[in-house]
């Protein structure tokens, strides 16, 4: 069985879980990109190796993710393999444990980082804008 990989969906998938918008990921690509090229890029079965390197370094994802991602393969896999509180590994599962407490103070430092660069992003959009209006 062929595996089809579809690097497109994968970028949106990835750009979607980071909550990361298409004009947002246009503008860290440079001023040849906007909302509608990133939109037909998610399209895309198959992204040229230098494009995807590019998109790696914005989202902070390796290439392979963009690669190799197979949503169907992996909703498989967790809906087949494992059970509540355990991962697979070669030898059979193992618990899962974690300090949830962590993982939130985690979650919100990296939302905070998050609205940060939208701060920092929307300033130097705001200084362009200025510039471009003559202020």
């Known amino acids: 069985m062929e595996q089809k990989i579809h690097q497109g969906r994968n970028v949106k998938r990835f750009r979607e879980m980071l909550n990361i918008k298409q004009e947002a990921l246009a503008y860290d690509l440079g001023e040849d990109w906007n909302q509608k090229k990133i939109s037909i890029l998610e ?3 198959v992204i040229e190796d230098n494009l995807l390197k590019q998109i790696s ?5 390796p290439v392979e993710a963009f690669q190799n991602f197979d949503e169907e393969q992996a909703i498989n896999i967790i809906s087949n393999t494992f059970h509540e509180g355990s991962v697979a590994n070669n030898s059979g599962y193992i618990n899962c444990t974690f300090n949830p407490i ?14 940060e660069r939208m701060l920092k992003e929307k300033d130097e959009m705001m200084v362009r804008l200025e510039k471009l209006i003559g202020r």
Do not use: F, N
Not at 57 to 61: D, H, R
């Open 43 to 45: 399209q895309k079965d």
């Open 102 to 115: 962590e993982k939130l103070i985690e979650l919100h430092e990296e939302k905070i980082a998050l609205y």
């Open 57 to 61: 370094a914005v989202l902070k994802i």
